[in-house]
């Protein structure tokens, strides 16, 4: 089981920026999906970006063009640079791991709110 710690959320206006950390207890090398997740109230949680180990990055279609995930193998880190912010980007965002097994491990979350 990996720890998953993530960081970075805030409170910002509507059109800035955050980017948030996710750093893993052991080597993300080899871990074959891990990305960042989020879920708003009253919703389901769903997908923002990830990494596949054989099949490079997905970004959720709202994603595209304003967010941006990025790793370093070596920090056992993850970032989700995020811009041109809007409301509806408000939720916990969640940093997850998928191993070999196929079991999910999920951090605590980080709160992102967005100001009109």
């Known amino acids: 089981q990996v720890q998953l710690v993530e960081s970075g959320g805030g409170e910002v206006q509507a059109g800035g920026s955050l980017t948030l950390s996710c750093v893993a207890s052991?080597?993300?090398?080899?871990?074959?999906?891990m990305g960042w997740y989020r879920q708003a109230p009253g919703k389901q949680r769903e997908l923002v970006a990830r990494?596949?180990?054989?099949?490079?990055?997905n970004y959720a279609d709202f994603a595209k063009g304003r967010f941006t995930i990025s790793r370093d193998n070596h920090k056992n880190t993850v970032w989700l640079q995020m811009n041109s912010l809007k409301p509806e980007d408000t939720a916990v965002y969640h940093c997850?791991?998928?191993?070999?097994?196929?079991?999910?491990?999920w951090g605590q979350g980080t709160q992102v709110t967005v100001s009109s």
């Open positions: 990494y596949l180990r054989f099949n490079g990055i």
């Open positions: 052991e080597s993300i090398f080899s871990i074959p999906v």
């Open positions: 997850a791991a998928q191993n070999d097994g196929g079991t999910w491990d």
